[in-house]
């Protein structure tokens, strides 16, 4: 199973960009990279994932590398209800399997 | 409907009791999961169950007992547990198989069980 790193913590001004990065070296060609939050001990919530191309939905932003050994997650106007943890996940066949995520705390 | 229901929502029980825990979807997903989620740690795989067969299981101790009886439900069923199994149990589906690769799971909000 591909391995995910993630900084531990990072902090966002209200109504800022906040840039969440996520290492994926290992990452196989058919495994696409997955971004989950988890709100205070909810279940994980789902974000939005990617193979190669940057895609984007209601959310947010996902920008893939082109050797794809890397991602960023982008959500554009950063509220104080997006504090969370942040999980990247390479994904395999029936497999999510979490990193240790980046706890984003959103600042007044 | 998008939701992954799980229940019961708390649960304590005794090291030498036997309880269940279960979750239920109805979105017509063919894969349905068990994670185990210890405090400020992430969500750890623990079983998947693809057209209610068990495709994957994570070398999960044999107390922990997953049962797929249909294609909506799945249940943990727990026996003998020791205090350091306290956790939040976290179920989900996927569309994933028969052709279907990459599609989002949808968690439930997951029962936090305590073992005394």
């Known amino acids: 199973d591909a391995k995910t790193t993630q900084p531990t913590s990072m902090d966002c001004a209200e109504g800022r960009a906040a840039n969440l990065p996520c290492n994926h070296s290992?990452?196989?060609?058919?495994?696409?990279v997955y971004w989950y939050r988890q709100i205070h001990s909810q279940g994980p919530q789902y974000i939005i994932h990617?193979?190669?191309n940057n895609e984007t939905n209601e959310m947010a932003s996902l920008i893939i590398t082109e050797d794809r050994k890397s991602s960023t997650l982008i959500l554009p106007h950063a509220t104080l209800r997006d504090t969370a943890v942040y999980y990247c996940?390479?994904?395999?066949?029936?497999?999510?399997?979490f990193g240790t995520g980046t706890r984003l705390k959103v600042l007044a | 409907d998008t939701e992954v229901t799980q229940t019961p929502k708390h649960l304590v029980m005794g090291m030498t009791n036997k309880k269940s825990l279960k979750c239920e979807q109805h979105?017509?997903?063919?894969?349905m999961y068990w994670y185990k989620q210890k405090a400020k740690k992430p969500p750890e795989l623990m079983f998947v169950?693809?057209?209610?067969?068990?495709?994957i299981n994570e070398s999960v101790p044999s107390r922990f007992s997953p049962e797929c009886p249909n294609s909506s439900l799945l249940n943990l069923h727990l026996h003998a547990l020791q205090p350091e199994d306290s956790a939040l149990y976290l179920c989900?589906?996927?569309?994933?198989?028969?052709?279907?690769?990459?599609?989002?799971?949808?968690f439930g909000q997951g029962t936090r069980l305590t073992v005394v």
């Open positions: 990617g193979l190669k």
């Open positions: 979105m017509g997903h063919r894969a």
């Open positions: 996940i390479v994904k395999g066949t029936y497999k999510y399997i």
């Open positions: 169950y693809s057209y209610e067969k068990l495709s």
């Open positions: 290992t990452i196989s060609g058919n495994e696409y």
């Open positions: 989900a589906s996927s569309q994933e198989g028969g052709g279907v690769l990459n599609t989002e799971a949808f």
